[in-house]
T-cell receptor, first 113, second 113 residues
Framework: SQKIEQNSEALNIQEGKTATLTCNYTNYSPAYLQWYRQDPGRGPVFLLLIRENEKEKRKERLKVTFDTTLKQSLFHITASQPADSATYLCALAGSGNTGKLIFGQGTTLQVKP | ETGVTQSPTHLIKTRGQQVTLRCSSQSGHNTVSWYQQALGQGPQFIFQYYREEENGRGNFPPRFSGLQFPNYSSELNVNALELDDSALYLC????????????FGPGTRLLVL
């Protein structure tokens, strides 16, 4: 069955450093992959989308890579700030626009001042 | 804020009862998806509604049902509640079936005792 794995342990980094989060998947060929941010008690907020034929996407301090051979996506936050502390979710989607996103369990990032 | 609202914010029910959760989409969005998020897990896709018709469903039993109204607001109904139904229920709207970005509401926290 389809499986998505994100760093299960929380990631603690110092302010100003680059945070790198990993998303690995098996038994799936996604048409695209999305990253969301979720704060406690809130719904996920869309950050970035990358398609199967794209290698890298950037938005301000965020960068996402997508390697369909390794079946892996990396999510980077450069010059991290305490306000970046949250849970980050990766989500895969197949073709067909069914709206069905398959989410990983999320990685909690803590940025210390 | 995404413009997607959900009600109620919290709800406590007992096993065997029925519950109705409501979602108001972002203005102009005609597609709504519902997700269940257990504590410490990523959201799981329940189903999607497009122009008042269900057109995608995840691995949830028939006691999970929904409706979408002409104004594109939506309801999630769960019958015969079980303890494992305790979770955060999220709805997400999209401008259209063909759009990939989903805008999530804050969720309804359901506790089944």
């Amino acid at each position: 069955s389809q499986k998505i794995e994100q760093n299960s342990e929380a990631l603690n980094i110092q302010e100003g450093k680059t945070a790198t989060l990993t998303c690995n998947y098996t038994n799936y060929s996604p048409a695209y992959l999305q990253w969301y941010r979720q704060d406690p008690g809130r719904g996920p907020v869309f950050l970035l989308l990358i398609r199967e034929n794209e290698k890298e996407k950037r938005k301000e301090r965020l960068k996402v890579t997508f390697d369909t051979t390794l079946k892996q996506s990396l999510f980077h936050i450069t010059a991290s700030q305490p306000a970046d502390s949250a849970t980050y979710l990766c989500a895969l989607a197949g073709s067909g626009n069914t709206g069905k996103l398959i989410f990983g369990q999320g990685t909690t990032l803590q940025v210390k001042p | 804020e995404t413009g997607v609202t959900q009600s109620p914010t919290h709800l406590i029910k007992t096993r065997g009862q029925q519950v109705t959760l409501r979602c108001s989409s972002q203005s102009g969005h005609n597609t709504v998806s519902w997700y269940q998020q257990a504590l410490g897990q990523g959201p799981q896709f329940i189903f999607q509604y497009y122009r008042e018709e269900e057109n995608g469903r995840g691995n949830f039993p028939p006691r999970f049902s929904g409706l979408q109204f002409p104004n594109y607001s939506s309801e999630l109904n769960v019958n015969a509640l079980e303890l494992d139904d305790s979770a955060l229920y999220l709805c997400a709207s999209r401008l259209d079936y063909s759009q990939e970005t989903q805008y999530f509401g804050p969720g309804t926290r359901l506790l089944v005792l």
